[in-house]
């Protein structure tokens, strides 16, 4: 194996090398926490194929890979079996071929093979390299798995490679930002064995519990669901400037790789953040920018959007279930912590934890745009995910079983009767309140948001009627 990838392929020597001095599994074991995702069971294990996993920037995609590799070691695959090379390293999509033609004459042994690629969009035509490995029947009896920060890898995959992927019923997986009941599950485990015991009648949940679930989500909504960002405040009391910069620094990256301007990133972001949670058109967005046209700020947004770090937001075609493209749309980043991220770059700070973040938990507008950005984003994890504009707005309607749900996140202490204007036309209309109680209002149901949020992800359609 090419030398300059020896130090991600130490279970070569031995698995306790491989656990003890990897990198990424190195570092990891320092932290206060470490997660292990639900998906780490759900990849393929025995059977051949091309597999894509997307995700944003620092959302552990590389140490999951680290942890998958040591799983299947665990289960018994040998050591030579598995081999890991990292994008960021091969220059270009000849380099790539060769190296996986050499990677895998190493692997000449009967069985089953796994070749993992990370960050493969940094190779320049990199589908080339593999749409020819694959033709050559070099991927036979080999699972592939591609990755990228560059939602678009799924896309051109999926494009690039038809009958060629294999006989497995899921072949593209997402790694999202740890969800709010993901992050309760790793920092707070016995409110979690509490919540547990109260999972059929889940409105019995105690007052302490509920008011538990408020500290952890305050706190969600300054680290979000980025282990580096949770494990600094669990370890130093704060969210590290280095750790908001290295997200930041990242996405500027990127965006230059594409030949992008920087001074045009900051425009469009800094009009993002103006505009947050608000219905806004290509037009609107760009006005007061020194950027021409309106087509190019949605052109650096659908970038954004492909580097999962913007979630935009249509309006909802009742009738169709489908997207309005006329109407106006809004725009949110994907996680409570790309927020601060972005926000601390374009407003430098010596020390952003404390002059920016916590200042900001105590202005009541922003911190309800920021919830109900979370709701929304949290949605669209497993649903279509629109908004509602007609007399009124609805913050969120997601489709499920061919209708859609509405659901109003009400981030304030009281709740009138003018704030279901447009909610209270749907018998099946949900709010999401501040308040850690349950109830009605003109036969609207009420539900305590951080409640919603921690069994979003465990809901049937029986229990959102």
């Known amino acids: 194996m090419d030398v300059k990838f020896l130090i991600h392929n130490l279970h070569h020597e031995s698995v306790q090398e491989f656990e003890a001095r990897d990198p990424n599994l190195r570092k990891l074991k320092s932290e206060p926490y470490h997660y292990i995702s639900p998906l780490l069971t759900q990849l393929p294990t025995n059977i051949p194929g091309i597999f894509t996993l997307g995700g944003g920037r620092q959302v552990g995609k590389t140490t999951f890979l680290k942890q998958w590799m040591l799983h299947l070691l665990e289960q018994g695959v040998e050591p030579n079996h598995i081999a890991f090379l990292t994008g960021d390293l091969i220059e270009n999509y000849n380099q790539l071929f060769e190296l996986i033609k050499d990677t895998l004459a190493l692997m000449a042994e009967p069985g089953l093979k796994y070749l993992l690629i990370d960050e493969v969009t940094y190779i320049g035509n990199w589908d080339k390299?593999?749409?020819?490995?694959?033709?050559?029947?070099?991927?036979?009896?080999?699972?592939?798995?591609?990755?990228?920060?560059?939602l678009a890898l799924m896309k051109s995959a999926r494009m690039t490679f038809p009958g060629r992927r294999g006989k497995a019923d899921q072949v593209d997986y997402h790694l999202y930002p740890l969800s709010f009941r993901e992050v309760v599950g790793l920092t707070n485990k016995a409110l979690c064995t509490d919540l547990k015991a109260t999972e059929e009648e889940r409105q019995f949940a105690s007052d302490d519990n509920l008011q538990l679930l408020m500290t952890e989500f305050n706190k969600y909504l300054?680290?979000?669901?980025?282990?580096?960002?949770?494990?600094?405040?669990?370890?130093?009391?704060?969210?590290?400037?280095?750790?908001?910069?290295?997200?930041?620094?990242?996405?500027?990256?990127?965006?230059?790789?594409?030949?992008?301007?920087?001074?045009?990133?900051?425009?469009?972001?800094?009009?993002?953040?103006?505009?947050?949670?608000?219905?806004?058109?290509?037009?609107?967005?760009?006005?007061?920018?020194?950027?021409?046209?309106?087509?190019?700020?949605?052109?650096?947004?659908?970038?954004?959007?492909?580097?999962?770090?913007?979630?935009?937001?249509?309006?909802?075609?009742?009738?169709?279930?489908?997207?309005?493209?006329?109407?106006?749309?809004?725009?949110?980043?994907?996680?409570?912590?790309?927020?601060?991220?972005?926000?601390?770059?374009?407003?430098?700070?010596?020390?952003?934890?404390?002059?920016?973040?916590?200042?900001?938990?105590t202005d009541n507008a922003l911190q309800s745009l920021l919830v109900e950005a979370c709701v929304v984003t949290h949605y669209r994890?497993?649903?279509?995910?629109?908004?509602?504009?007609?007399?009124?707005?609805?913050?969120?309607?997601?489709?499920?079983?061919?209708?859609?749900?509405?659901?109003?996140?009400?981030?304030?202490?009281?709740?009138?009767?003018?704030?279901?204007?447009?909610?209270?036309?749907?018998?099946?209309?949900?709010?999401?309140?501040?308040?850690?109680?349950?109830?009605?209002?003109?036969?609207?149901?009420?539900?305590?948001?951080?409640?919603?949020?921690?069994?979003?992800?465990?809901?049937?359609?029986?229990?959102?009627?």
């Open 222 to 361: 300054l680290h979000g669901g980025y282990l580096t960002a949770i494990n600094d405040l669990a370890r130093d009391g704060c969210i590290l400037p280095a750790t908001l910069k290295t997200y930041s620094d990242w996405i500027r990256g990127d965006v230059l790789k594409r030949d992008k301007q920087e001074h045009y990133l900051r425009e469009i972001l800094s009009a993002i953040i103006k505009h947050y949670g608000s219905q806004v058109s290509w037009h609107t967005l760009s006005e007061g920018l020194s950027i021409d046209h309106h087509k190019t700020v949605a052109d650096y947004v659908e970038l954004l959007v492909q580097m999962d770090a913007v979630f935009v937001q249509y309006a909802l075609q009742e009738d169709k279930l489908m997207l309005a493209p006329k109407k106006a749309k809004k725009l949110m980043f994907n996680d409570p912590f790309i927020f601060h991220a972005i926000y601390a770059w374009l407003n430098p700070s010596k020390d952003p934890f404390q002059e920016q973040m916590l200042r900001q938990q």
């Open 381 to 465: 994890r497993f649903y279509e995910t629109f908004y509602i504009k007609a007399e009124g707005e609805v913050d969120v309607a997601y489709i499920d079983g061919n209708q859609f749900w509405p659901i109003e996140a009400k981030w304030t202490s009281q709740i009138r009767p003018k704030d279901l204007k447009q909610i209270s036309k749907y018998s099946r209309g949900v709010i999401l309140g501040k308040p850690l109680r349950f109830g009605d209002l003109n036969g609207v149901n009420i539900e305590p948001l951080v409640w919603h949020l921690y069994w979003l992800d465990t809901k049937t359609d029986s229990e959102r009627v």
């Open 129 to 150: 390299a593999i749409k020819f490995a694959a033709d050559s029947g070099y991927f036979e009896a080999v699972v592939v798995m591609l990755t990228g920060s560059d």
